[in-house]
């Protein structure tokens, strides 16, 4: 019995998806799968509302995933010091799961509106003597739409 409460207490903070909801109406669940130079998001495309993404950074290197609300073309996003400015106007970061290493995981849920998204890598990385390494404009950029 005390195993139950847990798993209803469980189902009760993390929503009845996490604990294998057959409803596929109530939010939708996107593969994301991070590599050196792409984003690859299987579907690409949500219906509005709780949208899950399922992330796996399968290279060799540390990545973040970020979702940004926009009408621009992905790869055509603002840039400061090297970096998608994820302050620009025109976007809209919706949310992120930072510093994902090399075969590791994670997962966030948001809740998306319709529209355009692009879902990006924004790490840059110093080596000293070295030009910087930017993880967007060497190609982690996928566009993502919401209907």
């Not at 929503?15 to 294998?20: H, L, N, P």
């Not at 949208?51 to 970020?66: C, I, K, L």
């Not at 302050?87 to 590791?104: K, T």
Request: glycine share 10%; with cysteine.
């Amino acid at each position: 019995m005390k195993f139950r409460f847990i798993a209803v207490v469980a189902c009760a903070a993390f929503g009845s998806s996490a604990c294998g909801s057959d409803d596929e109406t109530s939010s939708g669940s996107i593969a994301i799968t991070l590599k050196e130079d792409t984003i690859s998001a299987s579907p690409a495309t949500a219906s509005a509302g709780a949208v899950d993404f399922m992330v796996s950074n399968t290279g060799r290197e540390m990545h973040e995933f970020v979702v940004i609300k926009t009408d621009l073309p992905e790869d055509q996003l603002p840039m400061v010091d090297g970096a998608v400015d994820e302050e620009a106007a025109g976007l809209q970061v919706m949310g992120e799961i930072e510093d994902i290493p090399a075969g590791g995981s994670g997962h966030v849920t948001l809740q998306l509106s319709p529209g355009k998204y692009v879902l990006i890598c924004n790490i840059v990385e110093q080596v000293t003597g070295m030009p910087s390494h930017n993880h967007y404009d060497e190609g982690m950029h996928k566009a993502f739409v919401v209907n």
